[in-house]
């Protein structure tokens, strides 16, 4: 909206401080609805303004839904949600052509799917076939959707957030890699401690319903996604992005030695994109113009995750991915070794 246009780009500092006031205002408003979980909030954040999609994985009741919906009612975005279901088909989610009576002659017209909204709920997506889940692809990663042969650009900005329950995984089907790897982040959402349940049972069993304010449109965000590309990231950093991700891959002749042990696969060239675009918007929301190894480190954890395969000892041995990423993060150098022999 008007109060979150960007100022001149020759203003680096109000555009930031824009930015960071757009964040908190953005906050404020699902704080109203959603109690704690501010690290889910903020990771739900950082990939709305990376311009990517975010897969929630928690237990039943914990918010994963009502936090997408408060965000939906704090942004002035097209809001669509999917249930996802084993019999749900792909044209449930995508739409199909339909034949109509156009004053007595038949005419195909077009009947949108809910993929057609630009904030996407996927509630439970590891309850639809592989078939189904597979839909996604094309939309998340090109924005357009393939209809009887026809390419149909969705509206920007167009977020997927889904959500996923890691307990029951009777009938389900468990998301491929290839669809997992559309995801910017998976965030994960834990049980909330005394003082957030108590918080919860304030607002949820008593008579007084908050309102969440529209805070910020789609070109807004846009206009924020713009400021994200043009943080900058030293040498150094870009280097380090690529050597971490290097050392994540097992095959590789870089790799860490907790890689070699207990992965089977590691991230890729999106796992490194994700590394530096969500490091970008955290700097941001610091309130700098350039990322730093600190902003790095706090985003390895949600943006590869998805990304790495454990090995069968790392599964027997129940060793998960986050333990893995923090032994990397302490086995790959921030200074290449030929470097620090150089400066030693």
């Known amino acids: 909206m008007s109060d979150q246009e960007l100022p001149d780009r020759g203003d680096a500092a109000a555009r930031i401080e824009a930015f960071r006031t757009a964040i908190a205002t953005l906050r404020d408003a699902v704080g ?18 990376a311009g990517g999609h975010a897969l929630l994985e928690g237990a039943p009741g914990l918010g994963k839904t009502l936090l997408v919906r408060t965000l939906s009612d704090a942004l002035h975005l097209q809001f669509s949600r999917i249930q996802f279901t084993p019999d749900l088909m792909p044209t449930d989610i995508t739409g199909t052509n339909v034949v109509v009576d156009d004053g007595g002659r038949k005419r195909f017209e077009l009947q949108r799917g809910p993929l057609f909204g630009q904030l996407v709920l996927a509630d439970e997506i590891n309850r639809a076939t592989p078939k189904t889940q597979s839909a996604l692809l094309e939309a998340m990663a090109e924005g ?5 042969g026809t390419r149909h650009q969705l509206a920007q900005p167009f977020v997927v957030l889904a959500t996923e329950n890691p307990i029951e995984m009777e009938g389900t089907y468990p998301l491929p890699e290839a669809q997992l790897d559309r995801f910017l982040f998976k965030v994960l959402v834990p049980s909330p401690d005394e003082d957030t349940l108590v918080g919860i049972l304030d607002r949820t069993t ?36 690529a050597r971490f991700v290097r050392a994540s891959d097992p095959s590789s002749s870089d790799a860490a030695p907790s890689a070699k042990q207990l992965l089977r696969y590691g991230a890729g060239v999106r796992g490194a994109q994700s590394l530096m675009l969500s490091a970008k918007v955290v700097a941001l929301m610091n309130g700098r113009a350039h990322v730093s190894f600190a902003d790095l480190r706090r985003v390895t954890l949600p943006a590869l995750r998805h990304r790495l395969i454990p090995s069968f000892e790392a599964e027997a ?15 790959v150098p921030e200074t290449p070794p030929s470097l620090a022999r150089v400066a030693g």
């Open 32 to 49: 109203r609805i959603v109690v704690g979980q501010d690290s889910v909030v903020e990771e739900v954040l950082v990939c709305l303004f």
């Open 144 to 148: 357009s959707i393939t209809i009887s």
């Open 206 to 241: 008593g008579n007084q319903k908050a309102v969440v304010p529209q805070v910020m449109d789609g070109p807004a965000i846009l206009g924020f996604r713009e400021l994200v590309r043009e943080v900058r990231v030293a040498d150094a950093l870009v280097r380090y992005v």
């Open 317 to 331: 041995d129940g060793i998960s991915t986050d333990a893995i990423l923090e032994r990397l993060l302490k086995e």
